[in-house]
């Protein structure tokens, strides 16, 4: 009776799970037609590249899974409108009407203000006419259509120094900046003669004020990935043209409010005539830059104040300005324990040390932050202290565990975990985790054979964890925003950054900081689960459709129950959907929800009904 009974129910589990895979193929197909009707309108550039796209993959997908099907009886699905077109481009914590009622000391007014619920909007964000699906890594590097982001200021306000050229349909980026107009090649090269970027010693960067990402852009060919960050400002869509190009940036700034980052997170920051005032507010600013920074971390600043004596009739500023200017960097550079390594020209190096002497001697004496938690930083103000160094046996032994090149790091155990610092999460969990997530990945490339195809370059994952799935997929055609809940069980970000992977803090209650349409693809694992009972399913799903492409994929990992609800919701967002059971069979609770966003744009049909 008891085989009877157990046969019986898992004939009734397997029904009831048994409802999918058989329309993904037509359902990845229409996404291979969203592609080829996407590309290039009239660009030549575009149609080239048209030419060069294998769409034979779609058409022979494998399936080996069960089907997941989906139960209607709820009711009828709510459709949402599109939003008036005059919300293309809208960032909702970065809203310009809002940032001019808050204060300009500081920056403040260009930070996040993000708008209460009643104020939140419930439709959705349209594309504007003529968008198409970028070019593939290594064009977009070099090219974006003029459609996506159609802003031609910066082509006339920057024209002298290499930003940006409008030509035809496209913008081109020749790679040029204010401080390198010999190109981005030349700089970072300059640059590497001092700082071990080929050696893989250096792989994450943080870019302070990066206009169009050019030198991130550039340093892909090091195998350094760098977190771009400017804001939303007079220099419209910086960050969207940094984002269209295929290099991660988001909109921020260096006002009143920690860096999303955790401490010890990269091996280089940059400041190439970033605006940013480091001698004022008696050193703030660096005190910010060293807590991010690894020990032995590199600091670039390039451009004023740096070599002024020959500079300053050029820069049209008062000598002793800069002078002054210079003088206090020098001074809080001392104070951090941070050695010049390098200056020549407009370029200084210097070098975090990898220990800290906090003895008596030292004159002035640094005031060390005395919080228990040095990455609790999200809406946190900045403080006039120093982040003290991870404690260490010996004084000649690197605080925060020797440097690993790049990519041995990807896999090597974190030194955030060999040394205990993250409660519950030991080196077998580790291991574990990363194994896990290799065969995650490797059902997800079964179902959607275009993850190893360069079709999604910019994916997000908004609930990263140790970051084992962008490990997974660890590929030169792609990189991972990895996103840290603010109300994970267990901060693991700085993990990721030792994994040589970036990544960020974030509340999915509040929209991200970035402009519409700027991830090819999202990763969302228990997120809906993890937000159940702190914000609104629905606010948060449109704030993906906010920042995923048109024909942007979706992959959601969570228990059946959820992701029923989820595919509910956005199957009135002109999204198609799919479920499949997991790859160890229909018997494990947890499903796999494949989605796409459709291809539509500002002023078409405003019907949500399946076509």
């Known amino acids: 009776m008891a085989t009877k009974g157990n046969s019986g129910d898992n004939r009734s589990r397997s029904s009831m799970s048994v409802f999918i895979v058989a329309g993904l193929c037509c359902f990845f197909y229409i996404l291979g037609a969203w592609q080829r009707s996407g590309f290039g309108k009239g660009d030549s550039i575009a149609l080239e590249i048209t030419k060069q796209t294998d769409c034979s993959i779609l058409s ?31 960032t909702p914590c970065q809203d310009q009407m809002r940032a001019m ?27 504007p006419k003529g968008y198409v699906t970028p070019f593939r890594w290594p064009q977009s590097r070099d090219y974006v259509p003029y459609a996506n982001a159609p802003y031609k200021s910066l082509t006339v306000e920057k024209a002298v120094q290499n930003w940006i050229q409008y030509e035809g349909n496209v913008f081109r980026f020749p790679g040029g900046g204010t401080q390198f107009p010999h190109g981005a090649d030349a700089y970072i090269n300059e640059l590497a003669a001092v700082i071990p970027m080929d ?15 050019s030198w991130g852009a550039y340093l892909f060919k090091k195998n350094v990935i760098a977190m771009s960050f400017a804001p939303r400002d007079s220099h419209e869509a910086q960050v969207q043209f940094a984002l269209e190009r295929g290099v991660p940036a988001v909109i921020g700034v260096l006002g009143t409010i920690k860096l999303p980052y955790p401490s010890r997170a990269f091996d280089m920051a940059h400041c190439s005539r970033c605006l940013i005032p480091w001698g004022a507010n008696d050193g703030m600013y660096m005190m910010e830059v060293d807590r991010v920074l690894r020990p032995g971390g590199y600091w670039v600043l390039s451009g004023p104040p740096i070599n002024w004596r020959n500079n300053y009739v050029a820069w049209q500023r008062p000598k002793e300005e800069l002078e002054e200017e210079q003088r206090k960097i020098e001074e809080m550079a001392k104070l951090l324990n941070w050695e010049k390594k390098h200056e020549k020209g407009e370029i200084a190096i210097w070098r975090k040390q990898t220990s800290f002497d906090y003895g008596r001697d030292r004159n002035p004496q640094p005031t060390l932050c005395e919080s228990t938690n040095v990455d609790d930083v999200w809406y946190k103000k900045m403080e006039l202290c120093i982040t003290p160094y991870p404690e260490t046996s010996d004084p000649n032994e690197d605080a925060g565990g020797a440097w690993k090149p790049f990519p041995e790091r990807l896999n090597a155990l974190p030194f ?36 190893d195809t360069g079709r999604y370059r910019n994916i997000m994952d908004m609930n990263a964890g140790l970051g084992s799935f962008a490990a997974a997929l660890d590929s030169p055609k792609l990189w991972v925003m990895n996103v840290m809940p603010t109300i994970a069980e267990k901060d693991t970000l700085g993990v990721i950054f030792e994994r040589g992977l970036i990544g960020i803090y974030h509340d999915w209650c509040e929209a991200f900081s970035t402009y519409p ?15 159940k009972d702190k914000c609104d399913a629905e606010d948060i799903l449109l704030e993906m459709d906010r920042i995923l492409r048109p024909e942007g994929a979706v992959i959601f990992r969570d228990h059946m129950d959820v992701l029923v609800k989820v595919s509910k919701i956005v199957r009135g967002m002109r999204w198609n959907t799919k479920m499949v059971d997991h790859e160890d069979g229909p018997l494990v609770p947890e499903k796999v929800l494949f989605a796409v966003k459709r291809y539509w744009v500002a002023g078409e049909d405003n019907s949500t009904s399946s076509e």
């Open 199 to 213: 050696s893989g010693m250096v792989r994450t960067a943080l870019d302070t004020g990066c206009g169009v990402a």
């Open 517 to 531: 349409r700027t991830y090819d693809l999202i990763h969302a694992n228990g997120v809906f689960s993890l937000y």
């Open 101 to 127: 009622t808050f204060p300009r000391e500081d920056m403040n007014y260009r930070e996040r203000h993000c708008p209460p619920d009643e104020e939140k909007l419930h439709c959705l964000i349209p594309a």
């Open 416 to 451: 955030r975990i060999s040394s205990g610092s993250i409660p519950g999460v030991s080196p077998e969990t580790y291991q574990e985790d990363n194994r896990s997530w290799k065969k995650h990945v490797s059902a997800y490339k079964r179902t959607n054979k275009l993850l």
């Open 60 to 90: 022979n997908l494998n399936y080996e899974t069960h089907h997941v099907g989906i139960d209607d009886s709820e009711g009828v699905v709510n459709e949402f409108k599109p939003c008036s077109d005059h919300y293309i481009d809208y």
